[in-house]
């Protein structure tokens, strides 16, 4: 099993402001990743955060607005850049572990003012 | 590129009774997996079941089960003896399987959100 600490859980955060959240796993994986959930809506992927290189984004998300950094196998963070209100959003990671067993996070909820 | 339908928006069902909600996918690749997750107003996604699209009998984890039909691309999940805390949003995602690349994350459908009656 996998347990992922997000930080923050929870913030009210000004326009036009950056706010970085720590995914950190209690075990190594290869394979990390960031969802993004809108309010009312489902889980989007974001990106795959790769360990010792650029992560890989979906369509629809560049790096200048959501930089990820992946240090080691056990951290990540994503960045939410030049926040605007429709930045108001649930970010999720989530892990693949050796045993192809999927494991999320608790989420951070953030709120854009 | 996959997609995840769920066409239900809203399910509800009688304590202990049961119920079953659907979803549909698309994908041009023989080996992936499917998943339920549930998530309740905390927010916390909950793995419910998952099925690997190999396997040919359907996955059963205590009173949840699904009913996959691969060729009909279908992945239903059904609920026994409901309970008051079954009450939740429902997702089906999907995931291509290590041959087809693996380094994909999930492709959720838009959701179910599940009512119990009391």
């Known amino acids: 099993s996998a347990v992922i600490s997000q930080k923050p859980s929870r913030d009210i955060c000004q326009r036009g402001t950056s706010l970085t959240i720590q995914c950190q796993v209690d075990?190594?994986?290869?394979?990390m990743f960031w969802y993004r959930q809108q309010p009312g809506q489902s889980l989007t992927l974001i990106a795959t955060?790769?360990?010792?290189?650029?992560?890989?984004?979906e369509s629809g998300f560049v790096i200048d607005k959501f930089p990820i950094s992946r240090p080691n196998l056990t951290f990540s963070t994503l960045t939410v850049s030049n926040m605007s209100p429709e930045d108001s959003s649930i970010y999720l990671c989530s892990v693949i572990t050796s045993g192809n067993t999927i494991y999320f996070g608790e989420g951070s909820w953030l709120t854009v003012v | 590129a996959q997609t995840v339908t769920q066409s239900q928006p809203e399910m509800s069902v009688q304590e202990a009774e049961t119920v079953t909600l659907s979803c549909t996918y698309d994908?041009?690749?023989?080996?992936?997996?499917l998943f339920w997750y549930k998530q309740p107003p905390s927010r916390q996604m909950i793995l419910v079941i998952r099925q690997e699209a190999y396997k040919q009998q359907n996955a059963t984890e205590n009173r949840f089960s699904v009913n996959f039909q691969k060729a009909a691309k279908s992945f239903s999940l059904k609920i026994s003896d409901s309970q008051l805390g079954d009450a939740a949003m429902y997702f089906c995602?999907?995931?291509?399987?290590?041959?087809?690349?693996?380094?994909?994350?999930?492709?959720f459908g838009k959701g179910t959100h599940l009512i119990i009656q009391p």
């Open positions: 995602a999907y995931r291509r399987g290590s041959a087809g690349g693996g380094a994909d994350g999930l492709t």
């Open positions: 955060a790769n360990q010792g290189s650029e992560a890989t984004y």
């Open positions: 075990s190594q994986v290869t394979m």
């Open positions: 994908t041009s690749e023989s080996d992936y997996y």
